[in-house]
């Protein structure tokens, strides 16, 4: 049996990714994965988006979790073709369906409490005295499958400091869930998904440089996961265990600085397992070859049976109880009002109810294979659906020779058609010219100065000139009724000459400012860099500026406040940077100053 975890980075974005985007149905998708049980995380959508094809794909048995505030955010599901024996929401027990599970529908009989945990006061000095905010934001889904409990899980970041207490009693109230089943109730556990921490400096691109794996530790998340970790803590590693000194085998990626195409990422998606479960372990891997998101899946395959000390071969199928679980537990979708075709529509309940007609008054249909008369099909269409009261002020349907009657009186008195209204016509607009004007030859003895008065409705309208036409004024018409000297066409060529130089040269004036700009070359590499967007709010969102081209890696030049000068390695991505505004401006004034010059 095969367990996948994956952070997909939002269920409706996964489609549009090959290979999936050939697929069609979710079910599809999520049979290519290739998985018995299937753990996403970062769901990003709300109940009310769901389709039926996300929710209740056949055959799987989908269980899911939503942000109770922030629609579109976080949230976890479990596809699962093994049918489990129970299900909750969250971790504390606190996440309830309506009706609430009974006793017998929870999987433990006591969960964890804010007063058993030594939390962490807040940004504002507070300590939580309950996990109302810890639960609020759809992280968690555990699943009871009888030989082990699954935790889905989708771990807070660290998006600011502010957020860091909030991660790290996360945290604290996990690992209070798993040591009361694993110590309490002898139960084993399987916990999957996005952890948001790297367990050693060999799961972090930087990890090994010197100035990184000093201080590596100091993180609280970090020296949190190292602690709850065997062979000290309760939970293994597994992948990790399987391949000890692989590296390079990261999970997520910044995809903003497309660094998946240098494999410079971190390792925060795992698969931990109780000691009680390694004997079921078979192996385990990630799959860094599947897109689709920033992440990765990451899978681990069970034994299909074992062999107990006293020698008794116990199958995987009886340890999952897979006999006594017939059906799914209640927090299943398929059990949904909007999926179990329970829901009755809005639309039922403002409708109007149409009393049934008399079996002599049933309209007939249009297209009926007797011919009907028009007028007794403008009487269906206006009774249909009135009471049969009000049919009897209908008027009677006419006969065919009834009908030639109207006929022939309307040819007799037929209506007058409409006169025409009167065509004002439109005021002259002074000034204004044909396009045809520019292009056909002037009129012999036609003045510069004269005014085109044209209406687009009357072309009769001749030119008129504003004042007599004077011997300065006259240009010339047609060469063979007003011949030139020689020095009034030298002249007229000369300008003409000088118009086309003129213009010739604004033209190109105007096309190096109107150029665009050029990418600017960066200082190390002397390579063209490329652009980028500013995204993330504030004031300098929407602004672009541009960035070595070369793809980030080890040790790759982040800046003097965030990188040593002797950890720098000049194959990747130098520390140039340049807002598109001054490299525009830099431009214009090369421009300019060459037009200057010439």
Same mark, same amino acid.
């Given at each position: 049996?095969?367990?996948?975890?994956?952070?997909?980075?939002?269920?409706?974005? #996964?489609?549009?990714?090959?290979?999936?985007?050939?697929?069609?149905?979710?079910? %599809?998708?999520?049979?290519?994965?290739?998985?018995?049980?299937?753990?996403?995380?970062?769901?990003? +959508?709300?109940?009310?988006?769901?389709?039926?094809?996300?929710?209740?794909?056949?055959?799987?048995?989908? $269980?899911?979790?939503?942000? %109770?505030?922030?629609?579109?955010?976080?949230?976890?599901?479990?596809?699962? =073709?093994?049918?489990?024996?129970?299900?909750?929401?969250?971790?504390?027990?606190?996440?309830?369906?309506?009706?609430?599970?009974?006793?017998?529908?929870?999987?433990?009989?006591?969960?964890?409490?804010?007063?058993?945990?030594? &939390?962490?006061?807040?940004?504002?000095?507070?300590?939580?005295?309950? $996990? @109302?905010?810890?639960?609020?934001?759809?992280?968690?889904?555990?699943?009871?499958?009888?030989?082990?409990?699954?935790?889905?899980?989708?771990?807070?970041?660290?998006?600011?400091?502010?957020?860091?207490?909030?991660?790290?009693?996360?945290?604290?109230?996990?690992?209070?869930?798993?040591?009361?089943?694993?110590?309490?109730?002898?139960?084993?556990?399987?916990?999957?998904?996005?952890?948001?921490?790297?367990?050693?400096?060999?799961?972090?691109?930087?990890?090994?440089?010197?100035?990184?794996?000093?201080?590596?530790?100091?993180?609280?998340?970090?020296?949190?996961?190292?602690?709850? &970790?065997?062979?000290?803590?309760?939970?293994?590693?597994?992948?990790?265990?399987?391949?000890?000194?692989?590296?390079?085998?990261?999970?997520?990626?910044?995809?903003?600085? /497309?660094?998946?195409?240098?494999?410079?990422?971190?390792?925060?998606?795992?698969? #931990?397992?109780?000691?009680?479960?390694?004997?079921? $372990?078979?192996?385990?891997?990630?799959?860094?070859?599947?897109? !689709?998101?920033?992440?990765?899946?990451?899978?681990?395959?069970?034994?299909?049976?074992? @062999?107990?000390?006293?020698?008794?071969?116990?199958?995987?199928?009886?340890?999952?109880?897979?006999?006594?679980?017939?059906?799914?537990?209640?927090?299943?979708?398929?059990?949904?009002?909007?999926?179990?075709?329970?829901?009755?529509?809005?639309?039922?309940?403002? !409708?109007?109810?149409?009393?049934?007609?008399?079996?002599?008054?049933?309209? +007939?249909?249009?297209?009926?294979?007797?011919?009907?008369?028009?007028?007794?099909?403008?009487?269906?269409?206006?009774?249909?659906?009135?009471?049969?009261?009000?049919?009897?002020?209908?008027?009677?349907?006419?006969?065919?020779?009834?009908?030639?009657?109207?006929?022939?009186?309307?040819?007799?008195?037929?209506?007058?058609?409409?006169?025409?209204?009167?065509?004002?016509?439109?005021? %002259?607009?002074?000034?204004?010219?044909?396009?045809? =004007?520019?292009?056909?030859?002037?009129?012999?003895?036609?003045?510069?100065?004269?005014?085109?008065?044209?209406?687009?409705?009357?072309?009769?309208?001749?030119?008129?000139? +504003?004042? %007599?036409?004077?011997?300065?004024?006259?240009?010339?018409?047609?060469?063979?009724?007003?011949?030139?000297?020689?020095?009034?066409?030298?002249?007229?060529?000369?300008?003409?000459?000088?118009?086309?130089?003129?213009?010739?040269? /604004?033209?190109?004036?105007?096309?190096?400012?109107?150029?665009?700009?050029?990418?600017?070359?960066?200082?190390?590499?002397?390579?063209?860099?490329?652009?980028?967007?500013?995204?993330?709010?504030?004031?300098?969102?929407?602004?672009? $500026?541009?960035?070595?081209?070369?793809?980030?890696?080890?040790?790759?030049?982040?800046?003097?406040?965030?990188?040593?000068?002797?950890?720098?390695?000049?194959?990747?991505?130098?520390?140039?940077?340049?807002?598109?505004?001054?490299?525009?401006?830099?431009?214009?004034?090369?421009?300019?100053?060459?037009? /200057?010059?010439?």
């Amino acid at each position: 049996m095969r367990i996948l975890t994956w952070n997909i980075n939002g269920i409706r974005t #996964l489609p549009q990714y090959h290979p999936w985007n050939t697929l069609k149905k979710t079910s %599809a998708i999520l049979e290519g994965l290739q998985a018995d049980i299937i753990c996403f995380q970062e769901m990003k +959508t709300t109940r009310p988006q769901l389709t039926r094809d996300i929710a209740v794909p056949d055959p799987y048995h989908a $269980f899911l979790s939503f942000p %109770a505030t922030k629609g579109g955010y976080s949230g976890v599901a479990v596809y699962t =073709t093994v049918i489990p024996l129970k299900a909750e929401e969250g971790l504390t027990g606190k996440l309830q369906p309506k009706p609430p599970l009974t006793s017998e529908e929870r999987i433990s009989p006591s969960y964890p409490a804010a007063d058993d945990i030594n &939390l962490v006061p807040d940004e504002k000095g507070m300590v939580p005295v309950d $996990f @109302e905010a810890l639960e609020a934001e759809g992280r968690a889904l555990v699943l009871d499958f009888g030989l082990f409990v699954l935790i889905n899980l989708y771990c807070p970041n660290e998006g600011s400091e502010e957020r860091l207490p909030y991660k790290v009693n996360y945290h604290l109230m996990l690992e209070e869930r798993v040591r009361k089943l694993v110590e309490d109730e002898k139960r084993e556990v399987i916990v999957v998904g996005d952890i948001n921490i790297t367990a050693a400096p060999i799961d972090h691109c930087d990890g090994a440089l010197e100035s990184r794996a000093s201080e590596f530790w100091e993180h609280p998340a970090r020296a949190w996961f190292k602690k709850w &970790l065997g062979p000290q803590g309760p939970m293994i590693d597994v992948v990790r265990q399987q391949w000890p000194d692989r590296k390079g085998m990261y999970t997520c990626w910044n995809t903003k600085i /497309s660094a998946r195409e240098s494999n410079y990422g971190t390792r925060i998606d795992y698969i #931990l397992l109780t000691r009680g479960m390694m004997p079921w $372990f078979k192996g385990g891997d990630i799959q860094p070859s599947v897109k !689709g998101s920033d992440h990765c899946p990451v899978y681990i395959d069970l034994h299909d049976q074992i @062999e107990l000390e006293s020698g008794q071969i116990l199958l995987l199928r009886d340890a999952l109880k897979q006999d006594a679980a017939k059906d799914p537990p209640r927090l299943c979708t398929k059990y949904w009002d909007e999926f179990s075709n329970s829901q009755k529509l809005l639309s039922n309940f403002f !409708g109007r109810r149409s009393e049934p007609l008399p079996l002599s008054q049933t309209p +007939t249909p249009l297209l009926a294979s007797s011919p009907v008369p028009l007028a007794q099909h403008s009487l269906e269409i206006s009774t249909k659906g009135e009471s049969p009261a009000s049919l009897d002020k209908q008027p009677l349907p006419l006969t065919p020779k009834e009908e030639q009657i109207q006929v022939v009186k309307k040819r007799k008195n037929p209506n007058p058609p409409p006169k025409p209204s009167p065509r004002t016509p439109k005021k %002259a607009r002074v000034g204004q010219s044909k396009i045809s =004007t520019f292009f056909s030859q002037p009129k012999l003895g036609a003045s510069v100065s004269e005014t085109i008065i044209i209406d687009q409705d009357d072309e009769s309208l001749a030119s008129q000139p +504003t004042s %007599a036409p004077t011997s300065s004024q006259e240009v010339p018409g047609d060469l063979n009724h007003s011949p030139l000297d020689l020095d009034d066409l030298s002249q007229f060529s000369a300008f003409i000459a000088n118009e086309s130089t003129t213009s010739s040269k /604004s033209k190109a004036q105007w096309s190096q400012l109107m150029a665009p700009v050029q990418p600017p070359k960066c200082d190390v590499h002397s390579e063209p860099c490329k652009q980028y967007t500013v995204n993330k709010p504030g004031p300098n969102k929407g602004k672009t $500026f541009w960035l070595c081209s070369r793809p980030v890696g080890t040790g790759y030049d982040a800046g003097r406040s965030k990188r040593l000068r002797e950890e720098v390695n000049p194959q990747y991505r130098c520390n140039f940077f340049k807002w598109s505004s001054d490299v525009k401006r830099a431009a214009l004034r090369n421009v300019r100053s060459s037009q /200057s010059e010439g």
